[in-house]
């Protein structure tokens, strides 16, 4: 196996992983679009800048979720067993918090692009210039977009805990 | 309740991303005082940026890392085209070959023109021959008599006309 991209698996699949559980709010199909996403890593990894591989990635994984949404024609923008079995769920590691469970409810439930902005920026800690290139907005969209999403987590914030 | 100007908006990230200016803090903390909505904002805002400290990057189950990890085996990157791959070495080589084999498998047996051209140039070149033993003919008579000469040239010229002609038939 190349170094490298074991390399990359290391340190990239807990990203990708996150992302596309948030989208896809399902494990399996979250396991399987980050895996397609690796697989693509891996056949154009000569082709892809070694300085941007993250980006890359997030947004392929983003991309891959995006388009099994589509395919899945449910449209279950909110699914409310993702959060019953909260110790496989993406928010294994604030299962103690209800409020934590509540957020990551929260984050799943907006509408895109607000909520991959979330993801990748507020969960992923990406700074704002990768959170553009990986979802190809310029610098001024990602913080517009990124303040109304966290706006409506204010808010419903505020309604959960007046 | 009245909704706090959305320009403070922009200040209210700003200041949770810490990008704020001392400046730029103070001033939206004495807007705050005097407008409750917005002070209301800024106390959620940090309440909702208390929450998200504890959403961590989820970790890849280990089912995930084991698929991931076999990828190189099951996804060999698609072949390169080059010219200095064996096999395409090997293709070059061949050419040669073919080529050779398609000549060598060619038929041999000339065609009807082809008959045509050689006896005329043959009819040509023992033209040339008559009258070169003509020629010479006259130059040995012209030295040791006209029995001698015809004995001489008249055999050889028969001989060689007769070799030629047998071959060339045997050939067609």
């Known amino acids: 196996m190349s170094r490298k991209y074991r390399q990359w698996v290391k340190e990239y699949q807990d990203q990708a992983w996150t992302v596309a559980r948030y989208i896809l709010k399902d494990a399996q199909e979250a396991e399987d679009a980050t895996q397609e996403a690796f697989v693509k890593l891996w056949n154009h990894q000569d082709s892809i800048d070694p300085n941007r591989v993250k980006s890359w990635l997030m947004k392929v994984t983003r991309n891959g979720c995006l388009d099994r949404l589509r395919r899945r024609r449910d449209n279950v923008e909110f699914d409310e067993s993702y959060m019953a079995g909260e110790a496989s769920g993406p928010m294994q590691g604030a299962a103690a918090s209800e409020t934590a469970a509540w957020l990551k409810r929260a984050i799943s439930g907006l509408k895109e692009p607000y909520r991959s902005l979330v993801v990748l920026r507020d969960v992923n800690q990406h700074s704002y210039e990768e959170v553009a290139g990986m979802l190809e907005l310029n610098l001024a969209q990602v913080k517009t977009y990124l303040h109304r999403a966290r706006k409506q987590l204010r808010e419903q914030l505020a309604e959960v805990r007046p | ?172």
Do not use: C
Request: glycine letters at 2%; hydrophobic letters at 45%.
């Open chain 2, 1 to 172: 309740m009245k909704e706090y100007d959305d320009k403070w908006e922009d200040q209210i990230n700003a200041l949770l991303d810490g990008e704020l200016s001392a400046d730029d803090a103070d001033l939206l903390k004495a807007k705050a005082s005097d407008d409750r909505a917005l002070a209301r904002a800024i106390v959620k805002a940090y309440q909702l940026q208390r929450v998200m400290d504890q959403v961590n990057v989820e970790r890849a189950p280990h089912s995930l890392t084991k698929r991931l990890k076999a990828i190189p085996r099951e996804h060999r990157s698609a072949p390169v085209f080059s010219l200095f791959q064996p096999r395409w070495a090997m293709a070059l080589a061949a050419i040669p070959l073919v080529v050779i084999a398609v000549s060598l498998m060619r038929p041999d047996t000339p065609s009807a023109s082809e008959i045509a051209q050689a006896r005329h140039e043959m009819a040509i070149a023992f033209a040339y021959l008559d009258k070169a033993a003509a020629i010479t003919g006259r130059e040995i008579e012209s030295t040791v008599g006209n029995t001698m000469a015809n004995a001489v040239t008249g055999s050889v010229n028969k001989v060689i006309q007769s070799e030629n002609l047998t071959s060339k038939e045997k050939e067609v």
